[in-house]
C-alpha cells in the first residue's frame, strides 16, 4: 500500500524512546483548571502555568529570530495526548480527543507525554508563521543532510475541532542555534522522487523541555 499523502501538519506523534524502546502508551495526568478557555489539541505541546495546572505552550513566541532562540519558555512538559472530566451538562465521565476549551468542571485531567527522552514523529513545514497556508500549514520537504543534527522551531498552528487533533509542525531551517527540537532521524516512507523528507523523528532539546530545565514555572 502506497504511503498516505502528507497534505498538513498533525502535531506530534509519540514514537519511541532514544535509544530504541518503544512508546508504551505511558503518560503523566495533568489538571486543566475550570474553565481554561483555550482549545488543546492531539499532538499539541503543552505547559504548566504557575499554579500548576497545564495549559497549550507559548513556546513559539520565544524562539522565533535569533536574538530569541536562547530564551526557554519555563514549564513546557510534553504532548498533549487527550483528557477526561465530567461533562457540565449531561454529568457523565467523558473522555476526549481533546479539549475544546472553556469547560466549567473541577475534574478537568489532561494525559501527557512528558518523558524528556521520548521521540516524536512531526511534519517539516515550510515557514514559521503560525496558521499560514503558504508556511506554517504547508508541509515542506528538506534532504537527510540539511536536517539531521540540526534544531528546528514549533510552529503554533490551531488544531482541527472535527478530528480533535493537533496541526502544529516544525519548521527546519539547517540551523544549529538554540531552538526547541533536535531533528533525530527522518522517516524513510517519506521520502519523494527527488530523495527528500517531509516527516521527521525530533526530541526536546535540553532546556526547553521543564524536567530538563534550571528555570521553574
Do not use: W
Request: charged share 10%; glycine share 10%; aromatic share 10%.
Amino acid at each position: 500500500m502506497a504511503y498516505p499523502t502528507v497534505n498538513a501538519p498533525y502535531g506530534l506523534k509519540p514514537i519511541n524512546l532514544i535509544g530504541g524502546l518503544p512508546f508504551a502508551g505511558a503518560t503523566r495526568q495533568i489538571p486543566i483548571a475550570s474553565s481554561y478557555g483555550t482549545a488543546i489539541y492531539n499532538g499539541d505541546v503543552v505547559q504548566y502555568k504557575n499554579d500548576g495546572t497545564l495549559i497549550i505552550t507559548t513556546l513559539q513566541a520565544q524562539v522565533q529570530g535569533a536574538s530569541a532562540a536562547s530564551t526557554p519558555v519555563a514549564g513546557v512538559v510534553g504532548v498533549f495526548l487527550g483528557c477526561s472530566y465530567t461533562n457540565p451538562s449531561t454529568g457523565q465521565k467523558l473522555f476526549a480527543q481533546y479539549y475544546p476549551g472553556g469547560i466549567a468542571a473541577s475534574d478537568i485531567v489532561a494525559y501527557v507525554s512528558d518523558d524528556p527522552n521520548a521521540l516524536y514523529q512531526v511534519v517539516n513545514v515550510t515557514g514559521a508563521t503560525a496558521n499560514d497556508a503558504a508556511s506554517g500549514l504547508l508541509p515542506a520537504y528538506v534532504s537527510r543532510a540539511a536536517s539531521i543534527g540540526t534544531n528546528a522551531e514549533l510552529v503554533l498552528n490551531t488544531g482541527s475541532a472535527t478530528s480533535g487533533n493537533s496541526k502544529m509542525g516544525v519548521y527546519i531551517n539547517n540551523v544549529t542555534s538554540p531552538l526547541p527540537f533536535r531533528v533525530v532521524d527522518v522517516i524513510t516512507a517519506s521520502q519523494n522522487s527527488s530523495g527528500n523528507y517531509v516527516e521527521f523523528v525530533v526530541k526536546f532539546n535540553a532546556m526547553y523541555h521543564t524536567y530538563n530545565a534550571t528555570v521553574g514555572i
